[in-house]
């Protein structure tokens, strides 16, 4: 079964320490992976695509990488402001478009 | 602006009263598609739709219906709600489906009671 874990479940980071989350997948055929940001009673909003193994994608604080079964979301220096559910979800080649999502990562960053 | 729009945000209801709930985008994207999330679940997909007159079943389609009788538009149906159906439920679309980035709506919060 396709499956997408992201670690950890929850993250408490203090302003400006550096930190990255986790987003695993066990899918045969990656067409894609997104990553997304929700803020409390929002919808996702869109970060990044990785399509390839080795691809990196950067904005602003934030730099995703991928692997052939994992990718990051690595946090440089982060904000209050950067506080929020991130979500990691795959493609599938011969999925019919459709999106697996994680459960997510709830980052809290403190001053 | 570009953006996809659900209505209503929030709606109590009583078990067994049809409702619909409203998906609208401005982007003339062909793939929409209707979500909920549940704590400790995740996102999972309830149907989707290709283009006009183009749906599927998603994960868990059961006790939901759409239609997609026009482009910008994707109402979520539900015929007989049940209380196992009190969720956060998003709409989305993109360009391209899976291979292209999804906007999401801003969600509605349904409680069944």
């Known amino acids: 079964e396709d499956q997408v874990t992201q670690s950890p479940e929850a993250l408490r980071l203090q302003e400006g320490e550096s930190s990255s989350l986790n987003c695993s997948y066990t899918v045969s055929g990656l067409r894609g992976l997104f990553w997304y940001r929700q803020d409390p009673g929002k919808g996702p909003e869109f970060l990044f695509t990785l399509y390839s193994a080795g691809e990196e994608k950067e904005k602003e604080r934030l730099k995703a990488t991928l692997t052939k079964k994992e990718s990051f979301l690595h946090i440089t220096a982060p904000k209050p402001e950067d506080s929020a559910t991130y979500l990691c979800a795959v493609s599938l080649t011969g999925g019919g478009n459709k999106l697996t999502f994680g459960t997510g990562t709830q980052l809290k960053v403190e001053l | 602006e570009a953006q996809v729009t659900q209505n209503p945000r929030y709606l109590i209801t009583v078990t067994g009263k049809k409702l619909t709930v409203t998906c609208s985008q401005n982007m003339n994207h062909e793939y929409m598609s209707w979500y909920r999330q549940d704590p400790g679940l995740g996102l999972r997909q309830i149907y989707y739709s290709m283009n006009v007159e183009v749906t599927d079943k998603g994960d868990v389609p059961e006790g939901y219906k759409v239609s997609r009788k026009e482009k910008r538009n994707f109402p979520l149906i539900l015929e007989s709600p049940s209380p196992n159906q009190t969720s956060l439920y998003f709409c989305?679309?993109?360009?391209?489906?899976?291979?292209?980035?999804?906007?999401f709506g801003q969600g509605t919060r349904l409680t069944v009671v």
């Open positions: 989305a679309s993109s360009l391209w489906g899976g291979r292209t980035e999804a906007f």
